[in-house]
């Protein structure tokens, strides 16, 4: 701490002492800074991944980040974020058989042709809004089954924009040919269903580094008419870009439906338009906002195994400070979430490395428009750059920083109360003045 102190004291006095503008910029507007700093020296580049404090000081799109070197220079960067590489490979396996069962049950067997590896399985039924359980069983031969999925779930839900369906279902690694799937309605079913197709997908997934998120578990909702659990948390942050929530549950064996939503303040003003053009605002809730619907689940097969899946992901965008994750129960008995943490895929900033072992970050001007550097036109693929690794530091208020001036208040908003004393003894005054003149009036003869 004593070391960082002292650099960030030694920087901050080059930038008094010096002029104030680094390549044309003024950095008494951006209101915080952190220390970037470095163990070692050996390559010519540094990177340095962002921390949920960055998201949350900086603009949403990070168009206000800048380094800035002991000499008050800028350094370059270039800003990217790592992705995902997913490989799906897709098998459409050929119906050989169909069969009904007991309680309306649909059965298929379905051959994919060779003895191919698949983790992934969906299966397509008839119906708008249902919740049915699905048996997956697998042969090599056509003879011997085994089971692989005793109780997974597909559901059709309400949705916005119609329905909305969970038709996958997650498979232990197999390479059976053979796959013999039934489907059980719900007992609110009355019809017998339909199952209308299957289809067969291997997943390999090369997963970018992510970063933990703690989540800060306020508040619990039941909601007995709709049979659902509501958890709300908070990242601390806003804009953080994650990419995973994780529930840790201590049931044994469930199947469930989630929604999460989000927005970024639980209130906010709105102004009310009246005559006089006084400012009026009223206080009303945000709504919260869509942003995934998935399944978590977790059983044991036949075989011993366990398997199970509590990660919810989230689209690749900006995520809301507070999220509410509802789990949809029907008529199974809540379940106990104890704790639920996130993931986020953080951007990465590559740059050269500066003399010194330590430089500046600049962050939170809203006016700053994104930098513009000839770094990149000489890196094409900066992830692949060899490069020392950067920590950024405590993000705190930049001592350059000029706040900007308070909106000046009208006099009459300061001393409301005086100012309606003296319109009252106006308005008496003026009223006093006018009865006097009536008088006088009256009292003059008429002379015609």
């Not at 104030?20 to 003024?26: H, K, T």
């Not at 590896?117 to 697998?138: P, S």
């Not at 806003?238 to 999460?260: G, H, K, Q, S, W």
């Not at 008995?333 to 895929?345: E, F, I, P």
């Amino acid at each position: 701490m004593k070391n960082f102190f002292i650099r960030t004291t030694i920087i901050t006095a080059t930038l008094l002492t010096s002029s104030p503008c680094g390549w044309g910029q003024d950095w008494s507007v951006w209101k915080y800074q952190a220390e970037v700093s470095r163990q070692t020296s050996d390559e010519p580049y540094c990177k340095l991944m962002l921390t949920p404090p960055a998201y949350g000081r900086s603009q949403a799109h990070l168009a206000d980040l800048r380094l800035v070197g002991s000499d008050g220079s800028q350094i370059p960067y270039i800003l990217f974020k790592l992705k995902d590489d997913v490989e799906r490979k897709k098998i459409e396996p050929a119906i050989i058989d169909r069969s009904a069962a007991p309680a309306g049950a649909a059965g298929i067997t379905v051959d994919c042709g060779a003895d191919v590896v698949k983790n992934t399985i969906t299966v397509e039924t008839d119906g708008f809004i249902f919740r049915r359980a699905v048996k997956v069983e697998g042969s090599p031969d056509n003879q011997n089954y085994y089971t692989l999925v005793q109780n997974a779930y597909i559901f059709a839900v309400a949705h916005p924009q119609g329905v909305k369906r969970f038709s996958r279902v997650a498979l232990p690694q197999n390479d059976f040919r053979y796959l013999k799937i039934t489907v059980t309605p719900s007992a609110s079913e009355t019809q017998p269903l339909k199952i209308e197709q299957v289809t067969i997908e291997r997943h390999e997934r090369t997963t970018a580094q992510r970063l933990p998120v703690p989540l800060v578990h306020i508040d619990q909702q039941e909601d007995k008419e709709q049979q659902a659990s509501s958890y709300l948390y908070d990242l601390q942050f806003a804009n953080i870009p994650l990419t995973e929530v994780t529930l840790e549950v201590d049931d044994e064996a469930f199947y469930r439906y989630v929604t999460i939503e989000g927005r970024d303040r639980a209130w906010r003003q709105v102004e009310i338009v009246g005559e006089d053009n006084r400012p009026r605002f009223r206080r009303e809730e945000v709504p919260w906002r869509h942003l995934s619907t998935q399944a978590v689940y977790r059983y044991r097969s036949q075989d011993g195994k366990d398997y199970e899946s509590l990660g919810l992901s989230l689209p690749n965008m900006i995520t809301p400070r507070f999220l509410k994750i509802t789990i949809k129960n029907y008529d199974d008995k809540s379940l106990t979430v104890t704790a639920a943490w996130g993931q986020m895929l953080p951007h990465t900033l590559i740059f050269p490395s500066p003399p010194s072992k330590s430089c500046l970050m600049y962050l939170g001007y809203d006016q700053a428009s994104p930098p513009k550097y000839d770094l990149a036109l000489r890196l094409t693929n900066p992830q692949n750059v060899p490069a020392d690794t950067a920590e950024l530091g405590p993000i705190e208020a930049n001592p350059l920083w000029d706040a900007p001036p308070a909106p000046t208040v009208p006099w009459t908003e300061q001393h409301k109360i005086l100012f309606w004393l003296l319109l009252v003894l106006a308005v008496l005054i003026l009223g006093v003045f006018i009865g006097k003149s009536l008088r006088n009036i009256l009292r003059q003869p008429d002379k015609g």
